[in-house]
């Protein structure tokens, strides 16, 4: 039988997503009440009144809430979902804003009526008189600190920490050179073609709610109504239709509106629906990216980093429920596949009256390897090197591995690689790309009036964070296997790679396969789907579960043919004895005989009945196992694996109107072994062109007031096809071995090292430093014209170059 494992078969679910016949939140609870909100228009105010009267003669409107309706423990702020020592002064929202607004878009009063069109009637009658408060509005603002967006917070300093490895300041200041960069990090968000929605029916006859929700962690979300609205745990039932996209933004939890609603429809005892609105999503959903970086470094003449220092100044907008998670991933995250003699890294995080921040897909990796690989790229051009060559001499070396960098990693466990071969990784890249040939190519770039560069990027990306994920097998008495685990799907093909798993497992057709996700109804356990861990998590502990199955089949199987469960096998769903391929027995028959039965239901289960069974010598079901062909297995990671990469870009920028065009995009990728080629490299692609997004066009731009200036998607630009460039690919498999099927995480892989390796190809072709992403255009045309004007160093290379 041909393994699944490893090979490129299609995406399972594509035929019903691209036919149409997707379930999308929206698509759910047609004549459910609908819900809107009213929203500050205000980044810092104090709510002085609440007038509803105008909305209240509206034909169709059910009810109106303010903060001063809700009960109990509704009425109290969001939970604080990741404490963590260094977030000394936390802070989270309300589900509807007390007394005070912290930024643009935060809901101030829920309407629930007929529909979503007499709701916002409803919303623009309501007058909320508003006292405004000076805004604290970027970074430099923040810690000026001037104004204060939570009176109780001294200088906005959210949160506080220093982690080292060794003395970094001394050995730079030893190190025979140093230098210092100053860089930044724009403020973006994610845009998935679905914003976030909720659908909540309640049951009053058993005192059961049932919750629809666009999220990436069902089973958090449960836990959180239950507890805000008092209710058992096992009455509410939290179901994830098809998501269309999440990249972070859906693993918060829970949403204001993911415990309003809920709470409305068991007051009303109606069905009720929200969906967010483009706008919705803009200016009340989380950002991230925003950053400001300080780095010292010093180095040997070979480009060996002997003392890095690294000081952040990280934005979390108003509200922290996420923690610090962000910039905790940036601060360890950004050593790459290097080793430096010594590190040490400061952050602070810091209060803006913006939009809170929480994980966008990369979580905090993109800004960390910009600032690793910028560093490199500036020693390599102070000595003349090549930047390959510098990034060569900082590896972590294979036979090094396990390598503990002496750091916490965001899972709070020990920062320590598992496996890898960066060198490997580093030479693959540079034949896919052409590195050594580049030169030649620049010449006849040249030679024809066109100006172009190469940049180089490298990143580890710690993936698979526990604590733990779950996976339930079953075999039908059909044949068909069922299998379900509790995290969520947005598409990265989770019902194709776990079907692979499992058939590869089971010895069984993949179409037999079928598999749920993020339903609380068939799994009740688990954490969610962020952090590249669905593989690793769910893929594991499906495996185990399936190999548990296994064994079950091979031992009553091995009873009914007289046969030691170890002299048989199971090919394409029948277990047969390995030396005698006809004496056999159906996997179906095995599901059957596995279940003992009292009464026949159908010519197959009069196998299992108590007076065809011949041994009477024991009980039924043995001491110890449990009717039925089935098994439900948890995997909990020692720590996290680290998969890693490297990319490659070469681009060209118009002599004249500064446009960046990327010629050539190169990517080499290790997660592991790989499930399925063709999904990671889906998952690659879907990275870069994020990434690129990121690097040359997105980003969020407030003025002085607080006020958003780009929500909609005519401001707010986003490359098309047209700007995304074909992908080159290759992959490189070290199989990690903290996990039973040696795989490590890919989800994010794509997006990591774009703004990084975008920035060096642009200053390769413009011959000075790039410093602050995303750059666009006009952007660059006025950097020219500051270096025309002599206000920028030239980079040392170009120089040479030139002189050459």
Request: glycine residues 8%; aromatic residues 6%.
């Given at each position: 039988?041909?393994?699944?494992?490893?090979?490129?078969?299609?995406?399972?679910?594509?035929?019903?997503?691209?036919?149409?016949?997707?379930?999308?939140?929206?698509?759910?609870?047609?004549?459910?009440?609908?819900?809107?909100?009213?929203?500050?228009?205000?980044?810092?105010?104090?709510?002085?009144?609440?007038?509803?009267?105008?909305?209240?003669?509206?034909?169709?409107?059910?009810?109106?809430?303010?903060?001063?309706?809700?009960?109990?423990?509704?009425?109290?702020?969001?939970?604080?979902?990741?404490?963590?020592?260094?977030?000394?002064?936390?802070?989270?929202?309300?589900?509807?804003?007390?007394?005070?607004?912290?930024?643009?878009?935060?809901?101030?009063?829920?309407?629930?009526?007929?529909?979503?069109?007499?709701?916002?009637?409803?919303?623009?009658?309501?007058?909320?008189?508003?006292?405004?408060?000076?805004?604290?509005?970027?970074?430099?603002?923040?810690?000026?600190?001037?104004?204060?967006?939570?009176?109780?917070?001294?200088?906005?300093?959210?949160?506080?920490?220093?982690?080292?490895?060794?003395?970094?300041?001394?050995?730079?200041?030893?190190?025979?050179?140093?230098?210092?960069?100053?860089?930044?990090?724009?403020?973006?968000?994610?845009?998935?073609?679905?914003?976030?929605?909720?659908?909540?029916?309640?049951?009053?006859?058993?005192?059961?709610?049932?919750?629809?929700?666009?999220?990436?962690?069902?089973?958090?979300?449960?836990?959180?109504?239950?507890?805000?609205?008092?209710?058992?745990?096992?009455?509410?039932?939290?179901?994830?239709?098809?998501?269309?996209?999440?990249?972070?933004v859906k693993i918060m939890h829970p949403w204001p509106e993911e415990v309003l609603i809920p709470w409305a429809a068991r007051l009303l005892g109606r069905e009720i629906k929200w969906t967010e609105d483009r706008r919705e999503h803009f200016i009340s959903s989380a950002h991230e990216r925003r950053q400001l970086q300080k780095v010292r470094v010093g180095f040997d003449d070979a480009g060996r980093v002997l003392g890095l220092d690294v000081e952040i100044w990280h934005d979390n907008g108003a509200y922290t429920p996420y923690g610090v998670i962000v910039p905790i991933i940036t601060s360890t995250q950004l050593l790459g596949p290097y080793k430096p003699g010594a590190y040490r890294v400061e952050f602070r995080s810091l209060y803006t009256n913006t939009v809170m921040v929480t994980p966008y897909r990369g979580a905090g990796r993109p800004q960390g390897v910009y600032a690793m690989e910028r560093t490199l790229d500036a020693i390599a051009d102070y000595l003349g090197k090549d930047r390959a060559e510098v990034r060569e001499v900082n590896f972590v070396k294979p036979e090094e591995m396990?390598?503990?960098?002496?750091?916490?990693?965001?899972?709070?466990?020990?920062?320590?690689?598992?496996?890898?071969?960066?060198?490997?990784?580093?030479?693959?890249?540079?034949?896919?790309?052409?590195?050594?040939?580049?030169?030649?190519?620049?010449?006849?770039?040249?030679?024809?009036?066109?100006?172009?560069?190469?940049?180089?990027?490298?990143?580890?990306?710690?993936?698979?964070?526990?604590?733990?994920?779950?996976?339930?097998?079953?075999?039908?008495?059909?044949?068909?296997?069922?299998?379900?685990?509790?995290?969520?799907?947005?598409?990265?093909?989770?019902?194709?790679?776990?079907?692979?798993?499992?058939?590869?497992?089971?010895?069984?057709?993949?179409?037999?396969?079928?598999?749920?996700?993020?339903?609380?109804?068939?799994?009740?356990?688990?954490?969610?789907?962020?952090?590249?861990?669905?593989?690793?998590?769910?893929?594991?502990?499906?495996?185990?579960?399936?190999?548990?199955?296994?064994?079950?089949?091979?031992?009553?199987?091995?009873?009914?043919?007289?046969?030691?469960?170890?002299?048989?096998?199971?090919?394409?769903?029948?277990?047969?004895?390995?030396?005698?391929?006809?004496?056999?027995?159906?996997?179906?028959?095995?599901?059957?005989?596995?279940?003992?039965?009292?009464?026949?239901?159908?010519?197959?289960?009069?196998?299992?009945?108590?007076?065809?069974?011949?041994?009477?010598?024991?009980?039924?079901?043995?001491?110890?196992?449990?009717?039925?062909?089935?098994?439900?297995?948890?995997?909990?990671?020692?720590?996290?694996?680290?998969?890693?990469?490297?990319?490659?870009?070469?681009?060209?920028?118009?002599?004249?109107?500064?446009?960046?065009?990327?010629?050539?995009?190169?990517?080499?990728?290790?997660?592991?072994?790989?499930?399925?080629?063709?999904?990671?490299?889906?998952?690659?692609?879907?990275?870069?062109?994020?990434?690129?997004?990121?690097?040359?066009?997105?980003?969020?731009?407030?003025?002085?007031?607080?006020?958003?200036?780009?929500?909609?998607?005519?401001?707010?630009?986003?490359?098309?096809?047209?700007?995304?460039?074909?992908?080159?690919?290759?992959?490189?498999?070290?199989?990690?071995?903290?996990?039973?099927?040696?795989?490590?995480?890919?989800?994010?892989?794509?997006?990591?090292?774009?703004?990084?390796?975008?920035?060096?190809?642009?200053?390769?072709?413009?011959?000075?430093?790039?410093?602050?992403?995303?750059?666009?255009?006009?952007?660059?045309?006025?950097?020219?014209?500051?270096?025309?004007?002599?206000?920028?160093?030239?980079?040392?290379?170009?120089?040479?170059?030139?002189?050459?």
């Amino acid at each position: 039988m041909t393994r699944l494992f490893g090979s490129p078969i299609p995406r399972l679910e594509d035929e019903r997503l691209v036919s149409g016949r997707g379930r999308y939140l929206d698509d759910l609870g047609r004549g459910a009440l609908a819900a809107a909100f009213v929203r500050a228009p205000h980044a810092h105010a104090r709510i002085v009144d609440v007038d509803v009267t105008d909305a209240l003669d509206i034909d169709g409107l059910v009810a109106v809430y303010t903060w001063e309706d809700l009960p109990g423990k509704l009425a109290e702020p969001l939970p604080l979902l990741i404490p963590h020592p260094a977030l000394t002064h936390p802070k989270t929202g309300y589900p509807l804003a007390r007394e005070e607004v912290n930024h643009v878009g935060e809901p101030v009063v829920m309407v629930v009526a007929r529909d979503r069109y007499v709701a916002e009637d409803a919303c623009d009658r309501i007058r909320v008189t508003y006292d405004p408060l000076p805004p604290v509005v970027t970074i430099e603002d923040a810690v000026r600190a001037e104004h204060l967006v939570h009176e109780e917070v001294p200088s906005n300093v959210a949160a506080h920490l220093v982690q080292e490895n060794g003395d970094a300041r001394a050995a730079i200041a030893a190190a025979p050179h140093t230098l210092e960069l100053d860089l930044d990090v724009q403020r973006s968000a994610s845009m998935p073609m679905e914003g976030r929605g909720v659908y909540a029916r309640w049951d009053a006859e058993d005192g059961s709610l049932r919750v629809y929700t666009s999220t990436q962690t069902s089973t958090s979300v449960r836990a959180a109504i239950a507890a805000k609205l008092d209710l058992p745990l096992h009455k509410v039932e939290v179901v994830v239709p098809d998501v269309g996209g999440g990249f972070g933004v859906k693993i918060m939890h829970p949403w204001p509106e993911e415990v309003l609603i809920p709470w409305a429809a068991r007051l009303l005892g109606r069905e009720i629906k929200w969906t967010e609105d483009r706008r919705e999503h803009f200016i009340s959903s989380a950002h991230e990216r925003r950053q400001l970086q300080k780095v010292r470094v010093g180095f040997d003449d070979a480009g060996r980093v002997l003392g890095l220092d690294v000081e952040i100044w990280h934005d979390n907008g108003a509200y922290t429920p996420y923690g610090v998670i962000v910039p905790i991933i940036t601060s360890t995250q950004l050593l790459g596949p290097y080793k430096p003699g010594a590190y040490r890294v400061e952050f602070r995080s810091l209060y803006t009256n913006t939009v809170m921040v929480t994980p966008y897909r990369g979580a905090g990796r993109p800004q960390g390897v910009y600032a690793m690989e910028r560093t490199l790229d500036a020693i390599a051009d102070y000595l003349g090197k090549d930047r390959a060559e510098v990034r060569e001499v900082n590896f972590v070396k294979p036979e090094e591995m396990p390598y503990d960098h002496g750091l916490v990693f965001q899972d709070g466990r020990p920062l320590v690689y598992d496996s890898g071969d960066f060198a490997a990784s580093l030479e693959l890249l540079k034949e896919l790309v052409g590195w050594d040939d580049f030169e030649s190519y620049r010449e006849q770039a040249r030679a024809q009036g066109r100006r172009v560069g190469i940049g180089i990027a490298c990143y580890v990306e710690g993936t698979g964070v526990g604590p733990y994920e779950g996976g339930h097998v079953l075999v039908e008495p059909s044949g068909r296997v069922m299998v379900s685990t509790g995290l969520t799907t947005q598409g990265q093909g989770h019902q194709t790679v776990f079907a692979q798993i499992v058939a590869d497992e089971l010895g069984v057709p993949i179409e037999q396969v079928h598999v749920t996700t993020g339903d609380t109804r068939l799994f009740g356990y688990a954490v969610g789907t962020f952090a590249s861990r669905a593989a690793v998590m769910s893929g594991n502990a499906i495996a185990l579960a399936a190999r548990e199955v296994r064994a079950k089949a091979l031992k009553i199987a091995g009873a009914a043919l007289g046969r030691a469960p170890d002299d048989l096998e199971i090919v394409a769903g029948v277990v047969r004895a390995k030396d005698d391929p006809d004496t056999a027995i159906d996997l179906a028959t095995v599901a059957v005989l596995s279940n003992p039965l009292r009464y026949a239901f159908d010519e197959a289960a009069k196998r299992a009945t108590q007076f065809a069974v011949t041994d009477t010598s024991k009980p039924p079901i043995a001491e110890g196992e449990q009717p039925g062909l089935e098994a439900t297995a948890y995997y909990s990671p020692p720590r996290s694996t680290f998969a890693n990469g490297m990319h490659a870009a070469i681009v060209e920028t118009d002599p004249d109107t500064a446009d960046i065009k990327i010629l050539r995009y190169c990517v080499v990728h290790d997660c592991g072994r790989v499930i399925n080629p063709r999904i990671v490299a889906g998952q690659v692609h879907g990275g870069v062109a994020q990434g690129v997004a990121g690097a040359l066009y997105e980003r969020i731009v407030y003025d002085e007031n607080g006020q958003l200036l780009n929500a909609s998607f005519m401001d707010f630009l986003m490359p098309y096809a047209t700007e995304v460039p074909k992908i080159e690919h290759a992959h490189l498999e070290t199989s990690s071995p903290l996990n039973p099927l040696g795989i490590k995480g890919a989800g994010e892989a794509g997006v990591i090292p774009v703004s990084a390796v975008l920035a060096s190809a642009i200053e390769d072709a413009e011959g000075f430093r790039i410093t602050r992403m995303p750059i666009s255009p006009s952007e660059l045309w006025h950097l020219r014209q500051r270096f025309a004007a002599g206000e920028i160093e030239p980079l040392r290379r170009t120089s040479r170059r030139e002189t050459v």
